[in-house]
């Protein structure tokens, strides 16, 4: 085995021979990006002052945010939290209707402050209240004063006030107008330093009830947004405030409705009670706020109009059923249509619902247009009106084909039909447009999507890889749903139906692969059993979905927009070919001109006959159960093609003027006295090309000329190719039923891998001497586009390689033999197989000798430039026969490659 492996090494070596490939790395250092944030961290605190932050306080303050955090997350679940209430509303509706105005304690503060502002002039004055007093003019002076015990205030050289009870704004104008009766001449300011401290009782239906203590200015909602708000069982409008024996009622809805601005502080003592929650009512349907809804306090009913007001309405002025859920004793629910202003009563439930959700009167332009959008029927009755004028149409618009979404009156399903733009805007036919007609003008990119590679894969494979979400949930943005229609409805259609549109693909594929010689070719050669056939095939599905994943499929929008299009328009598409300047499939009306068709497919190219114009049609003349395709041919010169009419499914080909040139070059280069690149005649042949050439210099040495030519290069990829799939074939057999190593069959598989993509020049043996062309003209080898010829001059070595002692060059003598050759480098190895050495021709003929002392060839003379090749002996290996199948192949390429090298040297 180990000797296995190092035959499969040597073939490479073997295979290399001649050919130095020099492959140079570059590697780019670059500093850590963690590094180099941390020196940019430093270099910018480095000069300035840094804040010193004790652990303690860190760890005191991380606290407080988990803190704060939970508290947060247990408000917000709370309120996301469904009540029984809302359950019940939600089971009798059929909807997510919840209840009303408890959102406005889902972001509440999370700390114990007081939200606070400007001290209001109806602030009242306590015990505790800390006061600034300044003085300006003839006394300057500015004092700090409490309220004292008593209800006082003290300030030098005025007398007592008591303040107690006193609102802030009624207590200022007594401080000026005991000021200018005492200090003439003197301003006074006052302005409050801190507020008291309260305490207040909440109990009832709130999520944290207790005494709250807090300042003497929190209002009613600042409690109990404290207390962590009104759960859902609790009244928002009968909360309840006690103060001094005396009850008041406070209603939540007021401010949420804005018909308060705010409320009365509190006092110290005030109880705050929450009762759990009153008569309700439910406003459901196309409301602007549909929502669950307490009504005041005491009452237990309201007015339709009153509920209404509640929920702001209906979304529209008019034009809704509002249906009413009564209940009776035994809880029974009915529905009934309001017919007045009617009481609803406690879990009763209003729903608005249209009656009628549809328009009217309007037609849609849509597509390549500058202005689209909704517009009046009455005042765009016609395809012309609607569009408004050809300025209206985008930048290089398609005027042969347009279509109208229109409504089946009978069944109301949604079709489309198609229209000429051109003949409706020259006014040759005016459609009538429909209630609810969409209206949709083409581009020419829109066109241009019809002979895409991503349209072209669905109709070659008949499937679409692309999914429409990805791994993650998320949207593909390569997903095209017009294609993927295209796919499902072309594997559904058993018919005819894109016949047109498929044979228009293949024709353009094979034509487009020719000419960029890339032809596949595996469809074009014979195929010796079923396993080759399997293999292209799932070969061909591997590349079409690697290249529908590779870019980001282009999908116009237009397609996306009206249901079924891309394979509607496919269905009126009509191929154009031949010298035409932009040739491929275009959709178009029955009727539709040929003169309107080559213009919009750029035009006829200036090799055109316009003499041979091939016209294609489908004729259903035969009985309605066929269809039978008909040629026939126009002369351009003769008949008005504006007169002459084509229908969608066929095709026309203008014909090309005949040219005896070929459609490409012949490359000479090397010993010619002009080489270069050359235009060649049709049926040219080489002794012509050399004359054009000026001839051959003096060195030139024609016996090793190199012919190469891109149709032979191809025919040699494709044996090759198949080559390495029957060696593949052979590897996986020769695993299963004898025992080879791992790394054997590792190296014989890069082997072959290496055999599929060998590069391949496809050189062909020819005569080059124009004097031996002249007196053998059937050596003459006739010309091809794209042929290539290079002249060496004479080299004076020969060139021994394979297994000799010394592979290299040896100079030329005449007369010397091939025995005289291999001795000079060495003789053979252990290795070589003595029986099977050939030598190369510098012209690429091989040929076998013998070195047998009896009758051998090893007194033959062979001209310079020729290689003497000493294979392998194989023998050894034959528990791996693909080994020598292996082997002889490459070193055939090796060979070849070798036997060039000489020359070119």
Known sequence: MQGTNRLLKGLVFTFFVGVTLVH??????????????????????????????????????????????????????????????????????????????????????????????????????????????????????????????EGRILVPDLKPITVAGMH????????????????????????????????????????????????????????????????????????????????????????????????????????IIVPTIGVTIALDGDMVRPAIYELPAGVGMIS?????????????????EISQIKMDDQGRQSFRKIQGNENINSGEALI???????????????????????????????????????????????LLFGLIERVDEKTQIRYLMAFSPEKTLNGE????????????????????????????????????????????????????????????????????RFATATRAVFVRKEVEEVVAGKSDNLQL????????????????????KEDQEKDKAFCPDIYNKVNNLLPFILEYIISVDGAIRLPG???????????????????????????????????????????????????????????????????????????????????????????????IRKGEKLSDLIERAGGITEQAYTYGAIFTRNRVKEIQRTELQKTARHLQSAMISASVKKNIEADSLMAAQQLTNQLANAELIGRVVIEADPLKLSLEPELD?????????????????????????????????????????????????????????YIVYPNGVAEPISLSSWGGDRNISIPPGTAIVVPTDLSPYDTLALVKEIGSIFQNLAVSAASIAVLIR
């Open 304 to 320: 339709y109009m009153d509920a209404m007001d509640l929920a702001g309405g209906t979304l529209r002025p008019s034009g809704y």
């Open 429 to 496: 036919e005016d459609i009538r447009l429909q209630n609810d007609d969409r209206v949709a003008f083409l581009g020419r990119e829109d066109i241009a999507f019809l002979i895409s590679e991503y349209v072209r894969q669905v109709i070659v494979s008949q499937k679409y890889f692309i999914k429409a979400t990805l791994d993650n949930g998320q949207d593909n943005p390569k997903y095209c749903k017009p294609l993927d229609d295209l796919a499902r409805i072309i594997n559904d259609t058993q018919s005819n």
């Open 781 to 837: 080898t006739v010309l091809e586009a794209g042929d290539a010829i290079y002249m060496p001059k004479r080299p004076n070595f020969i060139i021994a390689m394979g297994d000799v002692l010394n592979p290299g060059a040896l100079q030329f003598i005449p007369g010397k033999s091939v025995a005289d050759y291999i001795s000079e480098v060495g003789n053979y190895t252990r290795s070589a197989d003595q029986g099977r050495i």
């Open 525 to 544: 050669q014979t195929f010796d059993n079923n396993d080759d056939r399997r293999f292209i095939e799932q070969e061909k599905i591997k590349q079409e």
């Open 585 to 679: 499939v275009y959709p178009i009306v029955k009727g539709t001109s040929i003169e309107s068709l080559l213009a919009v497919s750029g035009g006829i190219s200036n090799d055109a006959n316009m003499a041979h114009i091939e016209v294609t049609s489908l004729d259903d003349g035969i009985g309605s159960s066929g269809m039978q395709m008909k040629w026939s041919y126009v002369n351009g010169y003769d008949v008005d093609l504006n007169s002459i009419g084509l229908n969608p499914g066929g095709g026309i080909r203008v014909g090309s003027k005949y040219s005896n040139f070929e459609a490409g070059a012949v490359l000479l280069s090397g010993e010619f006295k002009q080489p270069g690149v050359y235009t």
């Open 352 to 398: 608005a619902r249209l009656i009628e959700n549809s328009q009217t009167g309007k037609v849609e332009l849509l597509g390549h247009v500058k202005a689209p959008g909704l517009r009046s029927l009455s005042t765009t009755s016609n395809i012309k009106t609607l569009l408004g004028g050809r300025s209206n149409l985008g930048d290089n618009p398609y």
């Open 24 to 149: 140079q790395s570059i590697f780019a250092q670059t500093i850590d990006p963690a590094m180099l944030e941390a020196l940019k961290s430093r270099a910018g605190t480095a000069g300035g002052n840094t804040a010193i932050v004790s652990p303690l306080d860190q760890a005191r303050e991380q606290e407080y945010k988990k803190h704060q955090e939970m508290i947060l997350e247990e408000r917000q679940n709370r309120n996301d939290e469904i009540s029984r209430l809302e359950k019940d509303y939600q089971a009798r509706l059929g909807s997510k209707i919840m209840q009303y105005g408890y959102s406005i304690f889902a972001n509440i503060p999370t700390d114990s402050n007081v939200m606070t502002g400007t001290i209001s002039d109806n602030y009242k004055l306590g015990i505790g209240d800390d006061l600034i007093i300044t003085f300006q003019g003839s006394k300057t002076q500015t004092y700090t004063v409490k309220v004292d015990l």
């Open 168 to 271: 802030f704004g009624v207590f200022r104008s007594v401080l000026k107008k005991q000021v200018e009766e005492s200090i003439i001449g003197t301003d006074v300011y006052v302005s409050l330093a801190s507020v008291r401290s309260i305490s207040v009782v909440v109990v009832g239906e709130v999520a944290s009830p207790g005494v709250v203590r807090t300042s003497s200015l929190a209002t009613p909602l600042e409690i109990l947004m404290n207390v962590g708000g009104v759960k859902k069982t609790g009244s928002l409008r009968n909360i309840a405030i006690y103060r001094g024996g005396k009850k008041s009622i406070f209603d939540l809805y007021d401010l949420l409705h804005g018909k308060v601005s705010g409320f009365d502080t509190l006092n110290d003592g005030d109880r």
